[in-house]
């Protein structure tokens, strides 16, 4: 598609014990050429989501163990 590079990164903060906050960047360089699709990238708010989940349910494990 053009890309050089192609990075998603996710930083999870801790907010208390519990919440968090969640953040996704996306970095790319592509080719003068593929510029007029680089509008086609889109967040992952998918990947948010499971992120999301895992912590819930880790935290729900994590109290039934106790």
Not at 32 to 61: D, G, K, P, T
Request: aromatic share 10%; glycine share 2%.
């Amino acid at each position: 598609m053009g890309f050089t590079l192609y990075e998603n990164i996710f930083s999870v903060i801790k907010k208390d014990e519990n919440s968090c906050i969640i953040t996704q960047r996306t970095v790319f360089d592509v080719t003068e050429e593929f510029e007029s699709i680089a509008s086609l990238i889109s967040s992952s708010w998918a990947m948010a989501r499971a992120i999301s989940n895992y912590v819930i349910q880790n935290r729900a494990n994590k109290d039934d163990n106790n």
